[in-house]
């Protein structure tokens, strides 16, 4: 380093070439097997030797025996500059040895070693893989043998791994002995590295596993600098970096290809004759202004001009349809003179030979200006706004319409609202009619079903008779014969329509259990006839029972039960009967089915009460 | 003057004769005695309704004795509370003004007895109740019951 003068510690030689040039040139050196082993040998008897470069190669190494050099494929960089250096190295030596390890460790904890050459290389492929398209500058052999920041340095287990048997080479480590002084300039780096070298123990290499690994690939990854670092001398002349000639780089974030400031597309050329004043700034907020009049002149009238008193000349073709006034057009004032009453209809307005223009001071049409000289036609009468405006032909006559048809349109059209008024009106009185009807009807049919229930409770008997044969204590019971003659001519029975409300479900019969005390006068109950009969006959037995006719108050009593097998008073008017005429069983079955029928009834209690004397008799 | 005759006659054709007053029949009291029944003392029993029978009450035309208890009456008239109305269906059902009944009841094991007389037209119920020590003093002290009520 010394000698490339003062800067050339920090200097590093590129040589840049091209990538054919590379690619031709930069290949790793081999040694044949023949050399290579001559180089073992040689090496082994002439001490530490330079360790072979890509450049100077074996031979090289062999005609500068003096020169101790590292075997690293040493890409020295600036120090504050990185480059990106791949160095492999493949020996082959031992056998045993493991596979290659790479590891990426600090330039700075690796580099300065200037170990000695490994004697025992048997084979040092070393190949610096360095991105062509990056243009790498071409390693060059340093003069001196100092490494620098940023080496990258391969070396063989041999070199550091001594301690390890498997790596270790054939040759005994005293022979290395010799060699321990590093020929090169010691840096501050250096130094602890060359310590190591001397002794048989392990470099202390903390960085570096103690494994038995072939080589250790070193990836240091400098970023290469684009600035040009002034190198004393190279092979090749150094194009102009950047170059001038629209060269975009990309990697330079100050560079106009990648600064985003930079990306925006420059507006279109602007004419020379721009001027900031001519441009047109369209505010979409603004109010519409009026438009300047402009002097140029309109085209020729081909109509005539039909003015009104109300009303601007205005362009009346053939046929003048006025529009409605805009909002923000300026309405047209009327005139003083008092207008004459509004005529109803059209046939009222005055003819089109009087000139009466379809104008008024409802509409606004905007006018064309009139052009010099263009005539003018006669002001019109004032006259009402009317239908008359609409379409106008002023030579074609007009088919009035008397006002006798349009009255009468008005009044067809009022009237047919009327009629479908009515009709709706109508149609809704029918429907709430029939609902009405079919209510009311519901009602006779309600009343029919009740009168057939209650006729249907006429012939009751029969059926109900066979069912108090079978009930207990009923079994003497006579059948009511005087029934029998209806039940042939009443339809079948029917249950009745709306359960009464006193009344109460029992299982033996569909029709509901009635119970006295909770009737209600207005009860539909009431009114069915074989209610109504029931208790008529139950009312005959208490009768009788007042009276202490036991035998008719029992028959009466059947005969309700009969009528209405339901109805619990019955029993109960059973049970006192068979209780005055001492027939306790039968009265105890009787006012036992009482209880069962009305069990919530008030005089449950004095039923059962009755029940135990009469069981205790 | 036609008018005035048409006013007349008006008049008298709207006019009505004034009913003649007939005599009504005037209705009898009633007095209907019901008889006492009780399982648990039936001497008891059996003396109020031979003191009921005997009893006099002032205003009745007619007395009776039914068949039935009060009790099996408003059994049958579903109505048993000891209340006037009920009182008066069973009248009305018994067809009397008057009712006259005693009622046997147990207050603990002493004999209990209840005199009523119920005047249908004025719905005035009279009870006289007492309770006995024993049987006997309830039989000897019915008529005395009795009494009270109808006097």
Redesign the interface.
Known sequence: MSSRGEESTDVVEIDAIGVDEWEHEQHTPRAMDENLAALVKSSAQSGPTRAPTIDDGWEADAAEPSKQRTTTNTVSRPAPAKTKTKTMALPTVAPAAKPVAAKAVAPKALAPKPAAVPQVIARAETKAIVSPVAKPPVVKPLAGDEPLPGFVEVKPLAARGAAKPAAKPTAPPTERTPTAKPATKSTSELKPVAKPIAKPTPPPMAAIEPKPVAAVVVAAEPKPSRAATPVPFSPMTLPAWPPSNGFEDWDNPQSAATSVSNRVTPSRAVSSDFKPEDSVIVDLNAKPTATPSTDKPRRPQTAPVIQTSEQTPSTSGVFVMPTAAQPNATPVAPEAPELPPPPVVLAAAPSPSDGDRASSPGWNTPLPERLPGEPIAAPAAPSWPSAAGLVYEPHAPIVHESAAPIVLRRAVFRSRGVVIGVAAAAVIAIVVAVAALGSHGSSDSKQATIVATSASKATAPVDSTATHATRPGAGTMPAPATTAAVEAVTPPPKSPVKAPVATRRFSRSRKPVVVDYDKKPSSPVDVDEALAQARAAYANGNQHLFAGEGREAVAEYRRALSIYPSYAAGYRGLGLAFAQLDEKPSAIAAFKTYVKLAPTAKDVALIQKRIRNLAAR | MRGFLLVVAAIAGCAHSKPVATPTPVAKIKLLTLPTES?AFPEIASAATTALGHAHVAGVDEEST???SI????????C??PSASCYEAAAK??SANKLLFAQVDVDGKKPKISVTLFDRGNRAVKTVAHTFATEADAVAGVDGLVGEVTR
């Open positions: 399982d039914t068949k039935v009790e099996v009456v408003q059994l049958s008239i579903e048993v509370d059902s018994l």
